[in-house]
């Protein structure tokens, strides 16, 4: 498993390659990207901030219960940024290997849905005129 | 027993700090450090939810806290 929190670019290409496997048939990736407007407001720029130990410990966790669900996974690449990011820029990379395609796009949307749910990473989008951070209130 | 709690986010900012100490009764359980930062801190009632992680893991209400528990307050998550 490749699992990693970074404040440095993320290398996609380096993540595909990470999950290479003679055993896949299929090699399917999540690419999730700072947007520049969020319900009307322009944003800026977003900054995440993340506690790193458990969050590392939580994508890991993510990973294995991907795996538990599908037995059949070859490789695991999670790689989140944290810090400031720039519109257009990579915030999170999900991919996986496995035999058949099916199993590879339930367990990609799988591991994002629940890295949302469960891994203690915050973010702030930044407008031109304040700033919010996301979720917080209902 | 002294507990230090570790604040992210809009918690951080709510507090104040990056890190809070509390004293507290032994044994005190998660649901009564919750209900003490509601008390002390009101903001965070308006929050849509937060959780206690103990040692990296999310913890259970009854779960009892210890004094070298790496405790931390995590607000409503926004990764990915």
Redesign the interface.
């Known amino acids: 498993m490749n699992i990693h929190l970074t404040d440095q670019p993320i290398d996609v290409a380096a993540v595909l390659a990470s999950v290479q496997d003679e055993g896949a048939g299929a090699v399917n990736t999540f690419i999730?990207t700072v947007r520049n407007q969020s319900t009307g407001r322009r944003v800026v720029r977003l900054d995440?901030?993340?506690?790193d130990?458990?969050?590392v410990?939580?994508m890991r966790r993510v990973a294995e219960q991907a795996r538990e669900k599908w037995p059949m996974l070859c490789q695991v690449a999670i790689i989140?940024r944290k810090g400031r990011l720039e519109i257009g820029d990579v915030?999170?990379v999900v991919a996986v290997s496995t035999p058949h395609r099916a199993d590879s796009f339930a367990a990609c949307q799988y591991i994002?849905d629940t890295?949302?749910?469960?891994?203690?990473?915050?973010?702030?989008e930044e407008y031109e005129d304040g700033s919010v951070?996301?979720?917080?209130?209902? | 027993m002294k507990l230090k709690i570790a604040l992210f986010g809009i918690a951080k900012e709510i507090v104040g700090s990056s890190q809070l100490e509390l004293e507290a009764p032994e044994r005190q359980s998660v649901a009564d450090l919750i209900a003490q930062l509601r008390a002390q801190y009101p903001a965070l009632n308006a929050l849509t939810s937060f959780a206690v992680a103990v040692n990296s893991e999310y913890a259970p209400e009854d779960y009892c806290l210890r004094e070298n528990d790496e405790i931390a307050l995590i607000p409503p998550v926004s990764g990915g």
């Open positions: 999730g995440y901030e993340a506690y130990a458990m969050a410990h939580q989140h915030a999170v994002i890295i949302k749910q469960v891994v203690p990473i915050w973010k702030k951070w996301v979720a917080a209130h209902p």
